[in-house]
């Protein structure tokens, strides 16, 4: 089995095997950002995919006194994989200079997610029930807008460095 020093060594080299074509217009960090939040993403969607059409079989999941739909289900089971592996993808592969605390990166990156989710929420609703767009290239626009943002958090929130005192 691959340690965890070997396995982010694995996946730097692989990222950064495909980065020279973009060396011109992206910085390494936002490219390792742009492919492992992408990764991370088709990895919840096909967790989704499974959890909704293979795993979950009823229409309504009970989950211990909770009641929620068959998607809320796929969706909590989605987000309990690609949550911890964003977190650990962008703490070990993208922010690797961060010298804050892991649990402060923790609570951080979980804030982030939380933002996340209520304005994909909120947004949806307000392209889609109050202006009207189409709901497919609503959700595509969100989640432009969301990215941007939730780099700029990663970046300067997040994971950044603390600030060094002047002597």
């Known amino acids: 089995m691959l340690s965890l020093s070997k396995m982010k060594q694995l996946i730097l080299q692989i990222i950064d095997f495909f980065y020279p074509p973009f060396s011109r217009i992206l910085p390494r960090q936002t490219f390792r950002y742009a492919v492992t939040g992408g990764s991370n993403a088709a990895l919840n969607i096909l967790i989704f995919y499974l959890s909704y059409n293979f795993i979950l079989t009823d229409t309504i999941v009970h989950i211990g006194p909770w009641s929620v739909n068959k998607y809320i289900g796929a969706y909590i089971i989605a987000l309990s994989v690609s949550f911890p592996v964003g977190f650990l993808l962008n703490k070990y592969v993208v922010f690797q200079e961060s010298d804050l605390h892991g649990r402060v990166q923790l609570f951080r990156y979980g804030l982030m997610t939380a933002m996340s989710i209520y304005m994909d929420y909120a947004l949806l609703h307000l392209f889609v029930g109050k202006f ?36």
């Open 132 to 167: 009207g767009f189409w709901a497919t290239p609503s959700q595509a626009l969100i989640m432009v807008i969301l990215s941007l943002f939730s780099y700029l958090f990663q970046t300067y929130v997040t994971f950044a460095k603390k600030k060094q005192r002047p002597l």
